[in-house]
């Protein structure tokens, strides 16, 4: 059996993990650079700060739950590398939109910039709709069986990696160079998503529905009658919107609570992607390329255990004098830092392990040609969920919650994700 990192020297996984390496970079530099921005030079209100955040998320998550079961019928009906090719060719075009919107608020034309921006959220939610189900359903039909759960940990790494990248990257650059760079990365991306090899149809040509409700409810229907099926997608969702909660709360938490600049709220967002990196990898080791689910509610109860302590941490968090923030270097020599970036670590790493093998049973649990589809009908119920997680942000911050008590909310779902997580397990004994 090849080493799950011997995959990445094969062309039949290299070029897929490069071209969603570059496309998890590239979108999360647009989005961590608009946030940043917003944050930090647009507004000044915790609570429109927390707003903005929460809307942005939300709308990126809209494609998802409108578009996502028409991209599963057509990933299984047409050839998946060809959609690849469509699809980036589409970023350069997307990206392009929103650096025009970024350099348009940055030069003092802030309605029209934001709209734009916000615009291209939009749209990027509907670039990543369509390559969402084809990243995790090409990978049964070019790898071998007991090297989906390897190749599955490497595309979660890799995309937390790139996410790590994209947002250090975004919280040290400017906005202008910002605004370059997407451009020149999804270009790139368009040259590496060439070289993906061909993966067609697997089955007969399907009839496709154009509606998208229609084809969503057809498709959720479809699928959640599988009782293992069910639960790994209510836990994935759960998961989601765990990580919508943190993502929504870590900037403003970063300047209302910590007292820090836009490079440390950049700072925390890496290391969470770090973490769920790692976490990825250790559970693949733990479970040796066989698929269980059988750690999942352990590494989710650790998670809420973490989360409770991070919130804890920042309620007695020292904050820098009135109207002045810390910097980088001033906030990683504060005498608490390294115990609340720790923290943060350990949350990431939990979610990590909980996570991962819940994706290899969308592709393991039914036959090649519904892969798809299956990782759309996840994708409509998870973009479902974290949109009710955003506009819950949205309701609770507007009865006066700061960042610090919604941690709390995240432990409790925690709870849940971990009820379901054990069911998943018995189920599939």
């Known amino acids: ?24 970079f590239n979108d999360n530099l647009f989005k961590t650079a608009m946030v940043l921005f917003a944050t930090y030079q647009v507004f000044n209100d915790p609570a429109v700060e927390s707003n903005f955040n929460a809307l942005a ?35 350069i075009f997307i990206m392009m939109f929103g650096a025009a919107g970024l350099l348009i608020a940055k030069h003092g034309h802030t309605t029209p910039g934001v709209v734009m921006m916000l615009g291209s959220v939009l749209l990027l939610g ?33 995309t937390y990696l790139s996410i790590l990248l994209g947002t250090v990257v975004a919280g040290w650059i400017s906005v202008e160079a910002a605004a370059g760079l997407v451009i020149i990365v999804a270009c790139v991306g368009l040259l ?45 969702s759960f998961f989601w919107t765990i990580g919508a909660v943190l993502i929504v709360v870590f900037p403003p938490l970063a300047k209302n609570v910590l007292t820090a600049d836009e490079r440390v709220a950049s700072l925390m967002i890496a290391i969470f992607s770090v973490g769920v990196a790692i976490g990825s990898i250790i559970i693949n080791s733990m479970l040796k390329s066989h698929i269980s689910a059988k750690h999942a509610p352990a590494s989710v109860i650790g998670m809420a255990v973490c989360v409770v302590a991070f919130s804890i941490e920042a309620r007695f968090w020292q904050p820098a004098a009135p109207g002045m923030l810390y910097g980088i270097w001033d ?33 393991t649990t039914v036959t090649k040609d519904q892969t798809a589809r299956t990782v759309a009908a996840n994708n409509v ?37 971990a009820w379901i997580a054990r069911a998943l397990h018995r189920a599939c004994d």
């Open 192 to 236: 590496a998503g060439r070289q993906v090899p061909p993966a067609p149809r697997m089955g007969p040509m399907l009839a496709i529905n154009w509606n998208p409700f229609t084809a969503s409810w057809h498709l959720i229907r479809q699928t959640m009658h599988i009782k293992r099926l069910f639960l790994a997608i209510c836990a994935i």
């Open 1 to 24: 059996m090849i080493n799950a990192l011997g995959l990445l020297k094969e062309r039949r996984f290299l070029p897929l993990f490069v071209t969603q390496f570059l496309g998890a």
């Open 126 to 158: 509907v670039h990543s709709t369509f390559f969402g189900p084809i990243k995790y359903a090409i990978l049964p039909q070019h790898l071998d069986d007991d090297q989906v759960l390897g190749g599955t940990g490497l595309v979660e790494a890799g």
């Open 331 to 363: 906030f990683i020599s504060h005498p608490q830092s390294l115990i609340v970036l720790g923290t943060l670590m350990a949350i990431a790493i939990t979610g990590g392990m909980f996570v991962v093998p819940l994706y290899a049973f969308l592709t």
């Open 381 to 417: 119920v998870n973009a479902g969920a974290m949109t009710i997680g955003a506009l819950a942000v949205i309701a609770i911050t507007a009865m006066g919650v700061g960042p610090a008590d919604m941690l709390l909310l995240v432990a409790a779902m925690c709870l849940v994700a």
């Open 57 to 91: 998320t939300g709308l990126s998550l809209i494609p998802f739950f409108l578009l996502s079961a028409l991209s599963g019928q057509l990933a299984d009906s047409y050839d998946k590398a060809r959609i690849i090719r469509l699809v980036k060719l589409a970023e």
